[in-house]
Nanobody
Framework: QVQLVESGGGLVQAGGSLRLSCAAS????????MGWFRQAPGKDREFVAT????????YYAGSVKGRFTISRDNAKNTVYLQMNSLKLEDTAVYYC????????????????WGRGTQVTVSS
């Protein structure tokens, strides 16, 4: 069992940056691939980024590639999402998730979820 708690969300102007963190409980964190997803009002939850258990493999949605960076620190049981050059359309609740499988994009593949953190990008 893994419990996930996101933090770092907030209000930022377009073009600005935020770094989200996701702290995980449990001693098996390093065995999970991790992902970030987001959900804007009235829209489906969408994949943002994923990282393998070792951190060696990452994959991004096309809409964030080149602007967002996912990373992890297994010693701290934490996964991060560095978000740069933020756009109005990045406004959403951001969720981190853990999967016992490898890096994956469908949210149905993820076994554990945090409660989310709000990111609001203003003009």
């Amino acid at each position: 069992q893994v419990q996930l708690v996101e933090s770092g969300g907030g209000l930022v102007q377009a073009g600005g940056s935020l770094r989200l963190s996701c702290a995980a409980s449990g001693r098996t964190f390093s065995t999970y691939a991790m992902g970030w997803f987001r959900q804007a009002p009235g829209k489906d939850r969408e994949f943002v980024a994923t990282i393998s258990w070792s951190g060696g493999d990452t994959y991004y949605a096309g809409s964030v590639k080149g602007r967002f960076t996912i990373s992890r620190d297994n010693a701290k049981n934490t996964v991060y999402l560095q978000m740069n050059s933020l756009k109005l359309e990045d406004t959403a609740v951001y969720y981190c998730a853990a999967t016992v499988g490898g890096t994956s994009t469908p949210y149905s593949r993820y076994d554990y979820w945090g409660r989310g953190t709000q990111v609001t990008v203003s003009s």
